[in-house]
């Protein structure tokens, strides 16, 4: 530094001790001062704003974005064994056709287990930095997720209508046929990984990265229609996700692997299990009625306002099978059961809501 530039700041800093002296301020500590500002680059001495950290938001959707995906770890095609310890395309004709034996005959792999698609749905107003969930549904026989679940059934709808922060994974299981037939979700941790790469589809129909952790670790919720028991109990059974499952919801779907969901029960005190039915699936609900009962677990016959740890089975009149995702005991039941799920509503509850809800709490 120039000599006269230092005599400068010594003249100025020995004006300001005597000007600030009744202040407290000694000579060395503004002298200090003084060197630190001589050496300090120029560029800090014009005012420059001090960098602050500025945290980006992820805003709620402003539109409901829907697709069919096609999945590497789909329950189908599968070329392993079923439970039995069979493969299970155990049948293949002269020209080399693969299929699956039934007792109403053979299911051919090319027709009814080719299809690796899932119905992915994210509703209009999903907010990833509200507590979410995962819907699962699992389909009866005889459907496509074209125009049974997402068409005929209203799945989809029926979570947009709930005003819930939820999205739904509808994978394909047997294409139009009367199969219950799980395929990988008969594996070990099946079930877990194709939560996995559901996680990679929704980020991607999100269209924002940052939602990658939010779906990785979403709660599920399983729901399953007749048929679609069987690969319910087995993702349940041994699918590697006992953490994520928050509840179950089973539409006229009881007809077996009662023991697979009696264990599931006894091993989530905290989670809730609800069976709607009609007289379709009355003895399966009926023998699980009768295990949780040999094992002290407590069940109820009605739907409380607000699921926490609940158990219910709900004996259902003047509905239909057929029907029975669109009408059970209500219109609409999984519209119904998740807007009983309290935390996962979609948009903040207003005062006036807040104010109902008070007497449930």
């Known amino acids: 530094m120039a000599v006269g530039v230092w005599q400068t700041l010594l003249r100025a800093a020995t004006v300001a001790t005597l000007a600030l002296a009744s202040a407290g301020l000694s000579a060395r500590a503004v002298l200090a001062q003084a060197r630190t500002a001589s050496t300090q680059p120029s560029t800090q001495l014009k005012g420059v704003p001090v960098p602050h950290e500025v945290t980006s938001r992820m805003l709620p959707l402003r539109s409901p974005r829907t697709a069919l995906v096609e999945f590497d770890l789909a329950p189908f095609p599968y070329q392993?064994?079923?439970?039995?310890?069979?493969?299970?395309?155990?049948?293949?004709?002269?020209?080399?056709?693969?299929?699956?034996?039934?007792?109403?005959?053979?299911?051919?792999?090319?027709?009814?287990?080719?299809?690796?698609?899932?119905?992915?749905?994210?509703?209009?107003?999903?907010?990833?930095?509200?507590?979410?969930?995962?819907?699962?549904?699992?389909?009866?026989?005889?459907?496509?997720?074209?125009?049974?679940?997402?068409?005929?059934?209203?799945?989809?709808?029926?979570?947009?209508q709930a005003n819930a922060n939820a999205v739904l994974i509808a994978p394909q299981f047997a294409v139009n046929a009367s199969?219950?037939?799980?395929?990988?979700?008969?594996?070990?941790?099946?079930?877990?990984?194709?939560?996995?790469?559901?996680?990679?589809?929704?980020?991607?129909?999100?269209?924002?990265?940052?939602?990658?952790?939010?779906?990785?670790?979403?709660?599920?919720?399983v729901v399953a229609y007749s048929g679609g028991y069987v690969p319910a109990a087995w993702a349940l059974h041994k699918g590697g996700t006992d953490k994520r499952v928050l509840g179950v919801l089973m539409l006229d779907a009881l007809y077996g692997e009662v023991h697979k969901y009696a264990d599931w029960i006894a091993r989530h005190p905290n989670a809730f299990f609800i069976s709607a039915y009609t007289s379709s699936s009355a003895k399966g609900n009926e023998a699980l009625q009768s295990l949780l009962a040999d094992r002290d677990i407590s069940a109820g016959t009605t739907l409380p306002s607000r699921l926490e740890s609940t158990i219910a089975f709900l004996r259902t009149s003047g509905a239909n099978h057929t029907d029975y995702v669109t009408r059970a005991w209500a219109d609409d039941p999984i519209r119904d059961v998740l807007e009983r799920m309290p935390g996962y509503t979609r948009t903040p509850p207003t005062k006036r809501t807040d104010a109902r809800r008070d007497p449930l709490r």
Do not use: M, N
């Open 80 to 160: 392993g064994r079923a439970p039995s310890g069979r493969p299970f395309l155990d049948v293949t004709d002269e020209d080399g056709r693969r299929g699956h034996s039934t007792s109403r005959g053979v299911l051919w792999e090319d027709v009814s287990f080719s299809d690796r698609r899932a119905l992915v749905f994210i509703p209009k107003g999903f907010d990833a930095r509200r507590p979410g969930l995962i819907v699962v549904f699992l389909h009866g026989h005889r459907a496509t997720i074209e125009r049974d679940v997402r068409d005929r059934q209203k799945v989809a709808d029926q979570i947009a």
């Open 179 to 221: 199969d219950s037939s799980a395929g990988r979700f008969w594996e070990s941790y099946g079930f877990a990984r194709f939560l996995g790469e559901a996680g990679e589809h929704l980020t991607r129909l999100h269209g924002d990265k940052r939602t990658r952790k939010t779906f990785a670790t979403l709660p599920v919720v």
